[in-house]
C-alpha cells in the first residue's frame, strides 16, 4: 500500500526556519517524482516545490513564491523528502502535503497519491 | 504560468442529478489535465489524469472530457458522498497550476 506520511508543522515566527518531512512507503520512492503542495486556510492548492526522480538526478524545481527560501531534498536510504523552510512569512501558513507523481502515457507526471498533510503556522 | 479558470465556484443539486464543472487552460496543455476531490479536513484525492482515465479504485460515475483549453468533469448521478470540493489542475508545464476549485453540495 503506498502510503506519504508527512511531519514537522508547528507554529513558528514571521523570519524563523522549519523543516518539514515527508516518509514514503509501499512503492521503490527513488523511481517517482515527488511534490510539495500546500493549502492555505479556506483557499485552493499551489504547488511549492518539486524533486525529480532518480532518473533525473534528483533534480529540484521551485514556486516564484519559494525559491531561494525553501530548498527540498531526499534521503534515499530513509526513503525520505525533505523541505526546508527558511525566511518564513506570514503568508506561507497552511496545509502542506507530500504528493507522489507518476507518468502518463506521454512521459509527464500526474499526481497520484497524497500524504494526509500537516500544519504550519507563520505567526508572531 | 498557465491559468486555470473552473466554473461554477459552487453548485447545488439532487440526489441522481448529472453534475457537470468546467474547467478552461489559459494556454493550450495538450491533454495534461487532471481532477482531485477534496472533503473537508481530508487531503486531496486524485480522480482523474489525462483528462478521462480514472485513478485507481474511482467509480466510474466520474468521467472527463474535453481537448485543448476546455475541459469538463461529470458526476453521472450524484449521491450524498458526492459533496466535496473539485480541483483541476495541468501538468503540461511548471509551476503545475490548480483551478480555484468547485464546491458541490447536495440539495
Known amino acids: 500500500e503506498v502510503q506519504l506520511v508527512e511531519s514537522g508543522g508547528d507554529l513558528v515566527q514571521p523570519g524563523g526556519s522549519l523543516r518539514l518531512s515527508c516518509t514514503a512507503s509501499g512503492f521503490t520512492f527513488s523511481d517517482h517524482f515527488v511534490e510539495w503542495v500546500r493549502q492555505a486556510p479556506g483557499k485552493g492548492l499551489e504547488c511549492v516545490g518539486r524533486?525529480?526522480?532518480?532518473?533525473?538526478?534528483?533534480?529540484?524545481e521551485y514556486a516564484a513564491s519559494v525559491k531561494g527560501r525553501f530548498i527540498i531534498s531526499r534521503d534515499e536510504s530513509k526513503n525520505s523528502l525533505y523541505l526546508q523552510m527558511n525566511s518564513l512569512k506570514i503568508e506561507d501558513t497552511g496545509v502542506y502535503y507530500c504528493?507522489?507523481?507518476?507518468?502518463?502515457?506521454?512521459?509527464?507526471?500526474?499526481?497520484?497519491?497524497w500524504g494526509q498533510g500537516t500544519l504550519v503556522t507563520v505567526s508572531s | 504560468d498557465t491559468q486555470m479558470t473552473q466554473s461554477p465556484s459552487s453548485l447545488s443539486a439532487s440526489v441522481g442529478d448529472r453534475v457537470t464543472i468546467t474547467c478552461r487552460a489559459s494556454q493550450g496543455i495538450s491533454n495534461h489535465l487532471a481532477w482531485f476531490q477534496q472533503k473537508p479536513g481530508k487531503a486531496p484525492k486524485s480522480l482523474i489524469y489525462?483528462?478521462?482515465n480514472l485513478q485507481s479504485g474511482v467509480p466510474s460515475k466520474f468521467s472527463g472530457g474535453g481537448s485543448g483549453t476546455d475541459f469538463t468533469l461529470t458526476i453521472s448521478s450524484l449521491q450524498p458522498e458526492d459533496s466535496a470540493t473539485y480541483f483541476c489542475q495541468q501538468y503540461n508545464t511548471y509551476p503545475l497550476t490548480f483551478g480555484g476549485g468547485t464546491k458541490v453540495e447536495i440539495k
Open positions: 489525462a483528462v478521462s
Open positions: 524533486s525529480r526522480n532518480k532518473a533525473d538526478s534528483y533534480n529540484t
Open positions: 504528493v507522489r507523481a507518476s507518468f502518463d502515457s506521454s512521459h509527464y507526471c500526474y499526481f497520484d497519491y
